[in-house]
């Protein structure tokens, strides 16, 4: 089955068109600054051919055309007609407390995703434009939404419940969501197979670090817990985000400053995290090297991200009464030896050792902990694309009449 994966953000929307059934990606692209004049469209196809293209692409509705016009183009498309997109596969930051696992989009889960907007403001308005342009562009044509949240619905109420009144809970479900569901799915299943092990004997931390970065104890193929919560804040250090803190900062930065609570949201989302640290950059790599120049706000940035991923281990191994492996994975999770080795130093307590060698060699589908470490550690791409079109495909089948 050949499925068209969208995730559609903000100012951009990415997509791939996926083979499932021989896991392959035919095509893949993104459209930058939608909404803008000076849009561009990024596309390659799986034979390497590649096209960047100028476009003026206001809304959604244009994206999607666009993303259907260079699939079906002669020089660099791989479809001849629509109708070769058999399903489409939307990823949906937030499914509430609607959606533990993936649906078949009709009008009431729309409703429910609309429902659920006031709880991400920022993502499901985009997601929702996405799935309605899908809906005019190729009318007819099955349509899956896949959410962030889900993987994490599972958790248990000491896990979910922050320490305010139960009444908030119940009359604005404020909690702990979770999010990068799918990530923590894919890489937990990943390491799995690579240990030879069903899922459902092992307790395994799972590490997502990119831009946003969150972790998740996954205890027997269950997530019961993970650092992100009611919103993408909460938790790690991320690249501009402050992850936890004291809520009463808030109240006092806002008082000093005269901020609003618009400006707050901004400091506390943008301004904030390594680069708010650093005062220099939220970029990883640049933060690696001028630490490794000697630069003193580097190298605070880099040891407080590093010492939050460190506690967490420590929390979830507590919360899951042990742990197997331990997976590293995102931008920086996948390609940062120096914050993997700074972030489990002096854990071999809990039987964590990486190996210095393994661990700077790059190489996937190994460990990187050495062979006396109980803990298997590990460092993996994650591929969420491939989790949304494998559930487009299941869902889509199991409702063929
Ligand atoms: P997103 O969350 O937007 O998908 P990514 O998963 O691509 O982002 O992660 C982006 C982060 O990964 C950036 O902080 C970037 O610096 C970091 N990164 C990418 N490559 C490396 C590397 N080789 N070493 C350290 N950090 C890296």
Do not use: W
Not at 63 to 73: G, H, K, P, Q
Not at 173 to 184: E, L, N, P, Q, V
Not at 295 to 301: G, P, S
Not at 357 to 362: I, T, W
Request: hydrophobic residues 40%.
């Amino acid at each position: 089955m050949k499925i068209l994966v969208l995730n559609s953000g903000s100012s951009s929307v990415k997509y791939q068109f996926i083979d499932v059934k021989n896991r392959s990606i035919l095509a893949k692209g993104v459209i930058d600054r939608v909404g803008m004049s000076d849009s561009v469209v990024t596309h390659e196809r799986y034979d390497g051919d590649k096209v960047k293209i100028s476009a003026e692409v206001l809304d959604h509705q244009t994206a999607i055309e666009y993303v259907l016009a260079v699939l079906l183009s002669k020089n660099h498309g791989v479809i001849q007609d629509k109708s070769e997109i058999e399903a489409v596969g939307h990823r949906v930051v937030h499914g509430g407390e609607s959606f533990s696992e993936s649906v078949l989009i009709d009008d009431r889960v729309m409703n429910e995703i609309r429902e659920n907007i006031e709880l991400a403001p920022l993502h499901n308005p985009h997601n929702l434009r996405g799935i309605q342009a899908v809906l005019k562009h190729l009318p007819g044509t099955p349509q899956v939404a896949v959410f962030d949240t889900a993987f994490h619905q599972k958790m248990p109420p000491q896990a979910f419940l922050y320490g305010i009144p139960y009444l908030l809970y119940r009359r604005y479900k404020i909690r702990r969501y979770g999010f990068h569901g799918t990530s923590h799915f894919y890489v937990s299943q990943k390491v799995a197979e690579l240990l030879g092990k069903p899922i459902s004997e092992l307790k395994i931390i799972t590490a997502h670090l990119g831009n946003g970065c969150s972790m998740a104890a996954v205890d027997r193929g269950v997530s019961v817990d993970t650092t992100m919560g009611f919103t993408p804040l909460e938790g790690l250090l991320m690249g501009t985000r402050s992850g936890d803190l004291d809520p009463s900062i808030i109240l006092h930065v806002v008082g000093r400053e005269g901020l609003s609570l618009a400006e707050a949201n901004t400091l506390l989302n943008k301004h904030s995290g390594l680069l708010g640290i650093s005062g220099l950059t939220s970029d990883m790599r640049e933060i690696v090297s001028e630490k490794k120049a000697g630069n003193r706000q580097a190298e605070l940035a880099f040891q407080v991200f590093s010492y939050r991923v460190k506690k967490y281990i420590g929390a979830y191994a507590a919360a899951m009464g042990g742990l197997d492996a331990l997976v590293f994975t995102g931008g920086i999770g996948e390609n940062s030896p120096d914050v993997r080795a700074e972030s489990c130093r002096d854990l071999s307590f809990l039987g964590i050792e990486v190996d210095e060698a393994r661990n700077n060699s790059g190489e996937k589908d190994k460990p990187i902990s050495s062979d006396a470490s109980r803990v298997k550690v590990y460092a993996l791409p994650t591929n969420e694309e491939l989790v949304i079109a494998l559930d487009t495909m299941r869902i889509v089948e199991s409702h063929k009449d």
